[in-house]
């Protein structure tokens, strides 16, 4: 029993079986699962309520759907994003800051901010600014991530930025040339939600599936916003690693962390 639950669901029963049998054995890595009214029968549930114990196994990253094929015990590990030591481990090298995945520019071209960018760039509604979307594959041409970032006209319009080509080294690195200003501080927005139908489609992912989305802000030294990035990944197929030093000593911060 879950504590303070008082009463185990049904789909947590199912999800918990399935765990123990991934853990035992029973489900191996690669392996297809059962079909979904095979777990209904064996669980005397019904379809909707196996379809939420599969859902959680997703979100812990233990299964994966293939679309059109089914459902499968995952075998590869997750991709990692540390975010704290990618600038730096940046600088040090030539290439993307992701450079284990391939890039494949959308488009790239001026184009009205939308609310969620504009209220973090501090800019009016629907204000132009450069927009280079991304979308990122694996070495098996699954896409893993869905990307853009967004930037100021005043530094990004006429400039290879705007052209829809994939950079020659890490996009920070490039705006650093244009601008001659150095990213100084960076702020990560972070949400977890249901994947929208076409988010589901293109990542092949099942409908409920969860995404992670994040908004990531950088700005110089005077505090003026560089870019701003969003991502966007299947919640099953990524984690995120902060390691940070603990301070000795008592620390007093204008906004304190509600968890």
Do not use: N
């Not at 859902?55 to 991709?79: D, K, M, N, P």
């Not at 209220?119 to 990307?147: C, F, H, N, P, T």
């Not at 293109?202 to 908004?215: C, N, T």
């Amino acid at each position: 029993m879950i504590a303070g639950s008082g009463r185990v669901k049904k789909y947590q029963q199912i999800a918990e079986a399935i765990r123990t049998g991934i853990r035992d054995g029973e489900f191996r890595p690669g392996d297809q699962l059962p079909a979904e009214t095979v777990l209904a029968e064996r669980h005397q549930a019904t379809v909707p309520t196996v379809r939420q114990a599969k859902a959680v196994l997703q979100a812990e990253g233990l299964i994966e759907s293939r679309h059109g094929i089914g459902t499968f015990v995952r075998e590869e590990s997750r991709l990692q994003r540390r975010s704290r030591s990618r600038y730096g481990e940046a600088r040090g090298r030539s290439g993307l800051l992701t450079d284990s995945l391939r890039h494949d520019i959308v488009s790239a071209r001026s184009e009205p901010a939308p609310a969620r960018i504009a209220d973090v760039m501090g800019i009016e509604l629907d204000e132009a600014v450069v927009v280079r979307r991304r979308d990122l594959y694996d070495e098996s041409d699954q896409l893993q991530e869905i990307g853009a970032s967004y930037l100021p006209v005043e530094f990004a319009a006429g400039t290879y930025l705007a052209e829809p080509d994939v950079v020659p080294k890490a996009l920070f690195l490039c705006v650093e040339e244009v601008t001659k200003r150095r990213y100084a501080t960076a702020t990560d927005h972070w949400v977890a939600r249901p994947a929208t139908p076409d988010e589901c489609d293109r990542f092949g992912i099942a409908i409920g599936a969860y995404v992670l989305h994040v908004i990531h802000v950088a700005r110089d030294e005077g505090g003026d916003v560089l870019e701003v990035s969003e991502s966007i990944w299947p919640a099953d197929r990524v984690r995120f690693i902060d390691e940070y030093d603990v301070p000795s000593e008592p620390t007093s911060l204008a906004v304190k962390s509600d968890v």
